[in-house]
T-cell receptor, first 111, second 113 residues
Framework: GESVGLHLPTLSVQEGDNSIINCAYS??????FIWYKQESGKGPQFIID?????DKRQGQRVTVLLNKTVKHLSLQIAATQPGDSAVYFC??????????FGTGTSLTVIP | GAVVSQHPSWVICKSGTSVKIECRSL??????MFWYRQFPKQSLMLMAT?????????EQGVEKDKFLINHASLTLSTLTVTSAHPEDSSFYIC?????????FGPGTRLTVT
């Protein structure tokens, strides 16, 4: 895949604080992006998506920002809770229904 | 929401044996399924794209003779790891697409001893 797996960066936040998780994508032609949450030993879960014709999309407690100029995505989690502790991946749609995953960030919420 | 299942959830096998992993879309038909491999503390690596009724498309560096993929129906794709070796130990995850969204299975942990 275009995004190569590396050892995960980590982010620790206090419960109740906001979290910001960043992702750089590789293909400037990608027009659809998804953020996934993966808990230990489980498959990824869909959190929120965004198309390239948008800069921002909000969900429940989550916001995704897209900066196409620098090929950057961010996921903001408001009022982070212990249940948010997981690994977060961004995925870009590269062709057809193929998605490539970013490196991922391990989020730890400190009670 | 759409549900994808995998079976088994964990398999331990001896080196040299073959292991088959099933991926099923339970409440929708998926013309395309994907197989990923994930090593500990790493991202998901796309292995292959599986289209119903045709040969799978493998990513560069993935041995098609070692990782056999069959997509015999719109709800089932199988991945067979042939002559497994300890370095094949990993977490294997499938996904099935419905329109633009991917729905992931819970993953299968393969341990080769």
């Amino acid at each position: 895949g275009e995004s190569v797996g590396l050892h995960l960066p980590t982010l620790s936040v206090q419960e109740g604080d906001n979290s910001i998780i960043n992702c750089a994508y590789s293909n400037s032609a990608s027009d659809y992006f998804i953020w996934y949450k993966q808990e230990s030993g489980k498959g990824p879960q869909f959190i929120i998506d965004i198309r390239s014709n948008m800069d921002k999309r909000q969900g429940q407690r989550v916001t995704v920002l897209l900066n196409k100029t620098v090929k950057h995505l961010s996921l903001q989690i408001a009022a982070t809770q212990p249940g948010d502790s997981a690994v977060y991946f961004c995925a870009e749609k590269v062709s057809g229904n193929q998605f490539y995953f970013g490196t991922g960030t391990s989020l730890t919420v400190i009670p | 929401g759409a549900v994808v299942s995998q079976h088994p959830s964990w398999v331990i096998c001896k080196s040299g044996t073959s292991v088959k992993i099933e991926c099923r879309s339970l409440d929708f038909q998926a013309t395309t399924m994907f197989w990923y491999r994930q090593f500990p503390k790493q991202s998901l690596m796309l292995m292959a794209t599986s289209n119903e009724g045709s040969k799978a498309t493998y990513e560069q560096g993935v041995e098609k003779d070692k990782f056999l993929i069959n997509h015999a129906s719109l709800t089932l794709s199988t991945l067979t790891v042939t002559s497994a070796h300890p370095e094949d130990s990993s977490f294997y995850i499938c996904s099935a697409t419905s329109f633009d969204e991917q729905y992931f299975g819970p993953g299968t942990r393969l341990t080769v001893t």
